[in-house]
Each structure stands twice: as structure tokens, then as C-alpha cells.
């Protein structure tokens, strides 16, 4: 299941897993995933879904899995 191009703003922890490799993608899609700190398939991480990762998590919907941290 991939993440629907709708994440917002707010001050909730965010689980972001990377669902799909990066070949074939576009450079600044890579370069996203990248920053988000996420390397390999099944890479995750707990990031505050401030604008700066809210803005890279939309650049990559099809790519991720996003769920409200615990």
C-alpha cells in the first residue's frame, strides 16, 4: 500500500518505511528518500511532520509507507 499524496502539517511523529527501491525513479525522488534518512526496502524512520518532510514524504508517495508514530 502506498501513501496518498496528503500528509500535513502538524507536530505528530510520523513512521515513514520505505515500501519500493529506487530504480528507475527520478534523481530528486532518490535524492528524497535520501534525506529522509531511508537507504533499502524496509528502512525505517521517526521524523516531526514539520514542512521540510511533509514536502519530501509527498515527493514519494508511491515509494512509502507513512503511519502515526506510537
Known amino acids: 500500500m502506498t501513501t ?3 500528509v ?3 507536530e505528530k511523529k510520523l513512521e515513514i518505511t520505505q515500501t519500493k527501491g529506487v530504480i528507475g525513479v527520478k534523481q530528486n525522488q532518490k535524492d528524497c528518500l ?3 534518512g531511508l537507504k533499502h526496502i524496509g ?4 521524523r516531526t511532520a514539520d514542512a521540510v518532510t511533509v514536502g ?3 515527493t514519494v508517495p508511491h515509494l512509502v509507507k ?3 508514530a506510537k
Do not use: A, F, H, T
Open 4 to 6: 496518498p499524496k496528503n
Open 8 to 10: 500535513q502539517v502538524s
Open 34 to 36: 535520501r534525506s529522509l
Open 43 to 46: 528502512d525505517s524512520v521517526v
Open 56 to 58: 519530501m514524504i509527498n
Open 66 to 68: 507513512v503511519e502515526e
